[in-house]
């Protein structure tokens, strides 16, 4: 343990910080990951048996993925070797797996731990690969972004994913707890307050112990309140990161929430991206974008205050123009939901590319000059507001082409008028020969 402290700049006796104090001795002592840590979890079965297979340890910050490594190789009896991928280059990997070889010659597996591994480029994930196939390593990856997206393919046939939990309340408190018993004195705050510490940290384990260290060291005699530890502490924002996997999930989830017609989960779900940071005309284009995909024709209005939203940010800026943006989240979370607009698109795009050769009818078509008169261009057709009820019934589709129905309106909203309509024409069609 001393060449930690030594590569850290510190001696033994050197204050630590008080998560590293409290870091646990053994698996069972790791809260919050009984899914993968208890006797029927998989890691937890693979300690057991002390035979380790590579894999990759996906979650957010402060859930226990180092020390899940380092307690794994402890158990299992493996040498832990540890590696960040900000602060390591080529050299440092030769010269770990140079030293995996040697133990291994020598009978002792190693276990190879590598924080941050998505931040190695895709040459050097590959120089994983080989030592993992011979078992020179037991590759352990710790990773907070979708490895789906961010590891090489061969790296992941290779290794087993495994999804670490954000701590919930149980969890934190328990560190909590902990925390208190090492102190030998409880945190002077009221439980309400308690509870607020624990939203503060955002499920992250290594920051509520470092909140709390922070609430022991200021001598506080009376319990502070939810306003008091405010006053005290600085919530931190969020976890939200624009340029990857959060800004989509959040943006994904903001969506679904209009969708599905819930105007109090997609506040939510915009005040989170504003808050984090997002940028409000990307906001804006997901907005008009569920206005055409899932609002349609039920609310003609929809299409027309989406964009106006984005016109009034345009204009007005931050903060002014946000209010524009809640606005049209909770017209279009509240308003009659149709996709009938984006599912005929699709039906039709797919007839264009297997009949897109196919000429107009004659009668449709224009005759600008006599030979296309005389071709019959135009010849027949019928101006519909000379028709009876401005309605002639002709067919429209291309000649050999069967007569489809791309859009089906449901009825709902403004829809439920142009179902009717639509009957209406389809009726009047087959009285007057244009088919059906």
Known sequence: MSDLFEAAGLTPQA?????DRLRPKTLAEVVGQEHLLGPEGPIGRMAGARRLSSMILWGPPGVGKTTIARLLAK?????FQQLSAVFSGVADLKKAFETARARRAAGQATLLFVDEIH???RAQQDGFLPFVEAGTVTLVGA????????????LLSRAQVYVLKRLDDTALNTLLSRAEEFEGKTLPVTPEAREALMAMADGDGRYVLSLAETLFAIGQIEPLDPKGLANVLQRRSPAYDKDREE????ISALHKSIRGSDPDAALYYLARMLEGGEEPLFIARRLVRAASEDIGTADPTALLIATAAKDA??????PEGELALAQVVVHLAC???SNAVYKALGAARRAARETGSLMPPAHIRNAPTKLMSDLGYGKGYAYDHDAEDGFSGQNYFPDGMERQRFYRPKGEGAEAKIKDRLDRWAALRRERGGEE
């Open 15 to 19: 204050p630590t910080p008080l998560a």
């Open 75 to 79: 158990e299992a009896g493996y040498e």
């Open 335 to 337: 308003a009659p939901k």
């Open 143 to 154: 990773t907070t972004e979708n490895p789906s997206f961010e590891l090489n393919g061969a």
């Open 247 to 250: 800004h989509y999930n959040i």
């Open 119 to 121: 931040r190695f480029n």
């Open 313 to 318: 940010y345009d204009f007005l800026g931050s």
